[in-house]
């Protein structure tokens, strides 16, 4: 069975940095390109960072609210997909799922639980 | 980016109901479009994807339609486990996908 997990979340002040992690079991995330997805409180989805299957390359790419300040990345060894997130501001603020593309392409068909981020003084 | 929007953003319907969701892209996707079931504190559930093709486990009375721009879901009878907000999702440039605001389905 396939799972993600997400781990990392927390309380973090304006400026400050965290790491996000989301193991998977049941895949090998390198074979799939894998997305972080995170959710404002009562708002909708929005793909912040993407990551291509190892096959395609490894290619990354940033939403422009995020880029410059997060960097996704993955340990194959581990078989762990991680969300760097720098210079964090208020409105990053959000439940962070990592999600897994469906074979076919672009649909998400696996999402981790969601960790929350909150960014407060 | 391609740009997504839903209508309605709310509705309110009851058990046995037939429900239909609508999503209109920006420009043309074909047939890359997904929608998904979330419910309040869990994570997104695929319902569709490509526009029309039942994701394995999902119920039958789910149903998607469209190409193009222009795209429809429909519930042919609500049932209780239904309500949710829907969304749906392009998917034609698999790195850059984006989200419709989501339609919330409540009891009548």
Known sequence: ?121 | DIQITQSPSSLSASVGDRVTITCRASQTIRTFLNWYQQKAGKAPKLLIYAASTLQSGVPSRFSGSGSGTYFTLTISSLQPEDFATYYCQQSYNTLRVTFGPGTKVDIK
């Open chain 1, 1 to 121: 069975e396939v799972q993600l997990l997400e781990s990392g979340g927390g309380l973090v002040q304006p400026g400050g940095s965290l790491r996000l992690s989301c193991a998977g079991s049941g895949v090998t995330l390198s074979n799939y390109t894998m997305t972080w997805v995170r959710q404002a409180p009562g708002e909708g989805l929005e793909s912040v960072s993407v990551i291509s299957s190892s096959g395609d390359g490894g290619a990354t790419l940033y939403s422009d609210s995020v880029k410059g300040r997060f960097t996704i990345s993955r340990d194959n060894s581990k078989n762990t997909l991680y969300l760097q997130m720098n210079n964090l501001r208020a409105e990053d603020t959000a439940v962070y799922y990592c999600a897994k593309n469906h074979p076919f392409g672009g649909p998400f068909d696996y999402w981790g639980l969601g960790t929350l981020v909150t960014v407060s003084s």
